[in-house]
């Protein structure tokens, strides 16, 4: 069993705060996604990091995939009300998501 | 393109009484999903079909069964429906199973009194 552990579970900030959230495992994944899911509608895909060191830029988001692969970062610069939402890791192999994050950013 | 239709969106149900939860993709995905998800608790797999005519068990089977009726359609069944029951239920698919982006649906809102 991979279980995934994000943190922080809350995150509530003013527009154009940087944040980082994590996704954390005492696993090995062979590859990581990152989902946001807005309230009343299904997650949809942000990336999916496949090679340990990794890093993938998405307009204001960063996401780093850790040198172990056993955890994995994601970074928004300059935040906006439109990034609100719980974002979510999922490990590839048993489909396991983590609890999640939820972001709030206050315009 | 729809993508991945659930109905219905809300059900309320009482202790003992059965449904099953529909889902359908167009996007002649071949694996498709049921997770649950609860306050604080993430989505949970129920159930998967790697491709059509098979299905697996996944994190939290117990109280559920399910049909991959055919490519398209993933059935979510509770026979005996328990106030444990009570969550949101997401339906997705993806092309396959190993690096594939899911395509989630709206969610069912299941109460179960």
């Known amino acids: 069993t991979q279980l995934l552990e994000q943190s922080p579970q809350f995150l509530s900030i003013q527009e154009g705060e940087n944040l980082t959230v994590y996704c954390n495992s005492s696993s090995v994944f062979s590859s990581l996604q990152w989902y946001r899911q807005e309230p009343g509608e299904g997650p949809v895909l942000l990336v999916t990091?496949?090679?340990?060191?990794e890093v993938k830029k998405l307009k204001r988001l960063t996401f780093q995939f850790g040198d172990a692969r056993k955890d994995s970062s994601l970074h928004i610069t300059a935040a906006q009300p439109g990034d609100t939402g719980l974002y979510l890791c999922a490990g590839e192999g048993d489909m396991r998501f983590g609890a999640g994050t939820r972001l709030t950013v206050k315009p | 393109n729809a993508g991945v239709t659930q109905t219905p969106k809300f059900q309320v149900l009482k202790t003992g009484q059965s449904m099953t939860l529909q889902c359908a993709q167009d996007?002649?995905?071949?694996?498709m999903y049921w997770y649950r998800q609860d306050p604080g608790m993430g989505l949970r797999l129920i159930y998967y079909s790697a491709s059509e005519g098979t299905t697996d068990k996944g994190e939290v089977p117990n109280g559920y069964n399910v049909s991959r009726l055919n490519k398209r359609e993933f059935s979510l069944r509770l026979e005996s429906a328990a106030p444990s029951q009570t969550s949101v239920y997401f339906c997705?698919?993806?092309?396959?199973?190993?690096?594939?982006?899911?395509?989630f649906g709206p969610g069912t809102r299941l109460t179960v009194t």
């Open positions: 990091v496949v090679t340990g060191g």
């Open positions: 997705a698919s993806s092309v396959g199973t190993v690096l594939y982006e899911q395509y």
């Open positions: 996007m002649n995905h071949n694996s």
